[in-house]
């Protein structure tokens, strides 16, 4: 069999030429650290490691989310925790005042501490992130969630949105709530019913707090009214009426006779006492915590503060038109912290959620790393040990070409 010279010489050049493009693909590997370095070396390979390098995409953006949520929920935990405090404060300074034992002097000086508890309470609901951001706003940006009334009272600017950030593939978190639910609302469970006396009252009758008979009577959120009449028969008795508002018609029940501190059923389910000696015509309503009337704590702690204000030495009247004031007011706050101490619970809740997810996507973004390490890292030992090869192969190949094209018979020829 003949072999052409060109034959040997295309045979050697693809030779060399294919241990010259391992070598460059062996550098290139070793260079980069990629075992990888285009599609076509190990196209299985290849979109694994695209598919796991989106994994690692997304794990990484849900990281940064988590985190954003947790410093968010962290600051909105903070500003509940301060407002529960200072609501406990207010708690406490309400018992006082209706204690006995103060005069005006006394009185106001409460009211002042308690408009410097307000002016707290009005600063945390305006709190804002380490961006700027109002935290009790909703979904609105704006410089100030609560603002002040100049007749009293607040206005709220923000709405009742509650926004989220996406951490997992599968679960959107809530990272704030709104200034309304917190500031403006009472959790329907759990809440105690409100008793108040009506401002227009002439006696010196008080309400005390209602008591819960029968929690799972049907008229436990009604609103009530206790009117205080003639008894017909008798000159000197007081008799009262208990009328259930929410029943169609409202109808009065049959007076019975007032007893100072005696219990006053409410429907079938609640009960309240009036002590003191109450005007015919006066009047005290018993109305569920929900009522909106009930659920704004600026407007509770503004009607305390006004009450404490007025002048009540010597009028036995005014004293307790004040102390109904204070006894509704502290249901009021009462109800509200329940709230805010719910909400709390809330967002401890959430905060730990996210701890949790945050060590779940730590070692997913981990595992996630290692398989794409392995599959396109360069194992240096043996990638060099490939190279020093494929570099001696070429290195001989060669040698073996220059030996080759030297070869001639006419070497061998000696005339």
């Not at 308690?114 to 909703?138: K, P, V």
């Not at 500031?183 to 401002?199: C, D, I, T």
């Amino acid at each position: 069999m003949r072999i052409a010279t060109s034959e040997l010489y295309n045979a050697s050049l693809s030779q060399m030429e294919s241990q010259e493009t391992q070598l460059v693909s062996l550098t290139a590997e070793i260079s980069s650290g990629n075992a990888l370095p285009n599609p076509g070396a190990n196209p299985v390979a290849a979109a694994q490691a695209v598919q796991l390098s989106a994994t690692s995409a997304t794990l990484t953006q849900y990281s940064a989310n988590q985190n954003t949520a947790l410093a968010s929920l962290q600051t909105e935990g903070t500003a509940l925790t301060n407002v529960t405090s200072t609501m406990q404060s207010i708690e406490s300074l309400i018992q006082e005042a209706m204690s006995g034992g103060l005069n005006d002097t006394n009185r106001a000086a409460v009211a002042q501490q308690m408009e410097g508890y307000r002016n707290q309470l009005m600063s945390l609901a305006n709190t804002t992130d380490g961006e700027g951001n109002s935290i009790f706003s909703g979904f609105q940006n704006v410089a100030q969630v609560f603002s002040n009334n100049p007749g009293g009272g607040v206005t709220y600017n923000g709405d009742a949105g509650q926004r989220s950030v996406q951490v997992s593939d599968a679960r959107n978190i809530p990272i704030g709530d709104s200034g309304a639910s917190v500031f403006m609302s009472v959790q329907a469970l759990g809440s105690q019913a409100v008793p108040s006396g009506n401002p227009a009252n002439t006696g010196t009758g008080t309400i005390g707090a209602v008591t819960v008979t029968d929690p799972a009577a049907a008229t436990n959120h009604d609103n009530f009214t206790i009117a205080f009449v003639q008894d017909p028969d008798v000159a000197t008795q007081l008799d009262y009426t208990v009328t259930d508002n929410n029943a169609v018609p409202p109808t009065p029940t049959t007076p019975v006779a007032y007893t100072s501190g005696a219990s006053i059923a409410l429907g079938s389910g609640l009960s309240t006492t009036i002590s003191g000696t109450p005007a015919i015509g006066d009047a005290f309503t018993v109305t569920p915590a929900t009522s909106a009337a009930n659920t704004d704590v600026f407007a509770s702690l503004d009607s305390m503060i006004a009450a404490l204000k007025n002048p009540a030495d010597g009028n036995a009247t005014a004293l307790a038109t004040m102390n109904n004031a204070l006894s509704t007011g502290l249901a009021q706050i009462g109800n509200s912290l329940a709230n805010v101490t719910t909400i709390q619970a809330s967002v401890g809740g959430r905060e730990q959620e996210l701890q949790a997810l945050q060590t779940a996507t730590s070692s997913s973004s981990l595992q996630i790393t290692t398989s794409l390490s392995d599959l396109t890292g360069v194992d240096l030992a043996s990638t060099m040990t490939q190279f020093t090869e494929a570099q001696n192969a070429l290195t001989a190949s060669q040698k073996v070409f220059t030996a080759t094209q030297s070869l001639t018979l006419f070497q061998y020829y000696n005339p």
